[in-house]
């Protein structure tokens, strides 16, 4: 793609309350019953991380999920597991799964389930050829939080809501960017790297309320070419008489995966045109 090309997008969302499970029993709990798909997204994420008894029957039970998100969230997490038991469950979501996304992502976690397992067994074309209509793979690459605001704890927020927002796309699956060529070797498709940085983080106080605003960039690269950035903004508002350091912290993240979902939405055809 010639030059490079900007998308910049503005949200203002209300401050709901998206807490986001740390250890096992909480996270199956919330894969199976909160009514926010971005805290099942989480929840399937932090079983595929910490691997708590009983994340496999939990995350099989996510593929079956409403949102597409949720259910590509749930495969990529059992690919992590690495456990064989689920590729049972895999092979028949993949049968009936409508979305050729998640189906895609079913796909890459059966491939990293069977090299974590050492099977060499072949895979048949099915299994190896992706659906025509998945274009691109999206590898998330670097997140960073030049704010200074909580650290490491607001990069991750950073990195989980891009990484749900990239789920969701159209067209795309997500792979490890660890092994991103190699993924691509084998799917004869293009990789395309998210870089991901919280440029900005204010806080204010207007009218008895708490406003903060988020700005976050992303770079897109192919390979180690520079193909373009897509900027988002959000600000969430809460009330200042009512403000705990939690319902600060849950307005902060509520305003990055704000700004997360500004700067992606609608960003599927310039990623496309970035991977050719």
Known sequence: MAGSWLLAL???????????????????????????????????LVLGRMKPEGAVDALEHGLSDAHPAVRAASAEALGALGDPAALPALGQRSA???????????R????????????????????RTPPSEVRYMIALGAMHNATGVRGDDLCQVLSNAARARSLAMPGATVVDDAHPRKAAGRRRIPVITLDGNLAQI??????????VHVRVDFTVRRDQTLKGTVSGAATTFGTAATMTPEARQRLQDDAVEGAVQSALRGAEQGLIVAAR
Do not use: H, W, Y
Not at 96 to 106: D, F, H, L, P, R
């Open 10 to 44: 503005a949200l203002v969302t209300s401050a709901g309350a998206v807490a986001q499970a740390d250890d096992g029993p909480s996270a199956m709990r919330e894969l199976a019953s909160s009514g926010d798909f971005r805290v099942r997204v989480n929840a399937a």
């Open 96 to 106: 009936i799964e409508t979305s050729t996304s998640v189906k895609a992502q079913i």
């Open 108 to 127: 890459v976690a059966m491939d990293a389930v069977r090299a974590r397992d050492g099977s060499t067994e072949a895979q048949s074309d099915a299994a």
């Open 202 to 211: 204010v806080e204010s106080n207007v009218g008895g309320s708490v406003q």
